[in-house]
């Protein structure tokens, strides 16, 4: 099977210009889960979501948005950039998302967005 | 919610030596501990995990304990080899879906 995949893997961009990131879970993969990773603050959870419905957030601004298809594709929206977005983003895929969270969460390649 | 507080942020051993990498977490609803491993550039990857039903784990040269009264976990590697040299992270998930709460990282140096 093939693994998670992420597009672009590289972004550069202004301060104020929004951005949107792609992740393709493995086949079958139905939950599919977004996190930052900065130098600083390590691997934080952004959202996570099941069959198009985003069941959980974590602590980030509104600026940070998702969503995902009938595919089970996900895309996550970064709006009105910061120089503190600058940061690796990591998608994870599990297979049914089960309450308590005792899948396992394969991580995709990430995409390195670096705002200037 | 959810924290995870890891030790030690840095680890330097030499080839053949063990290492150790201990987590505490405050959520006594979590029970489910992964262990990851990122190399540089690198996405992180699964490399044991223990249940909260589970007391230890083993996998060749990898081990992991958990303390769910101390709310504590550890990492064992034995006969440490240049290619363990990785950041590893430890996280815990509790009764939200696919939540994983990460440590900050251990970066482990393993020199021949």
């Known amino acids: 099977k093939a693994g998670v995949t992420q597009t672009p893997r590289y972004l550069i961009k202004t301060r104020g210009q929004q951005v949107t990131l792609s992740c393709s879970p493995i086949s079958g993969h139905r939950s599919v889960s977004w996190y930052q990773q900065t130098p600083g603050q390590g691997l934080q959870f952004l959202f996570e979501y099941f069959s198009e419905t985003q069941r959980n957030k974590g602590n980030f601004p509104g600026r940070f948005s998702g969503r995902q298809f009938s595919n089970s594709r996900s895309e996550m929206n970064v709006s009105t950039l910061e120089l503190g977005d600058s940061a690796l983003y990591l998608c994870?895929?599990?297979?049914?998302?089960?309450?308590?969270?005792?899948?396992?969460?394969?991580f995709g390649p990430g995409t390195r967005l670096l705002v200037l | 919610g959810e924290n995870v507080e890891q030790h030690p942020s840095t680890l330097s051993v030499q080839e053949g030596d063990s290492a150790v990498i201990k987590c505490t977490y405050s959520?006594?609803?979590?029970?489910?501990f992964p262990w990851y491993k990122q190399e540089l550039g690198k996405r992180p990857q699964l490399i044991i995990d223990?249940?909260?039903?589970?007391g230890e784990k083993k996998d060749q040269r990898i081990a992991v304990t958990l303390n769910k009264t101390a709310k504590h976990f550890s990492l064992h590697i034995t006969e440490t080899q240049p290619e363990d040299s990785a950041v590893y992270f430890c996280a815990a998930s509790g009764a939200g879906y696919s939540t994983l709460t990460f440590g900050k990282g251990t970066m482990l140096l393993v020199s021949p």
């Open positions: 959520d006594s609803a979590s029970n489910y």
């Open positions: 994870a895929s599990s297979l049914a998302g089960l309450a308590g969270g005792q899948e396992t969460q394969y």
């Open positions: 223990i249940r909260s039903n589970v």
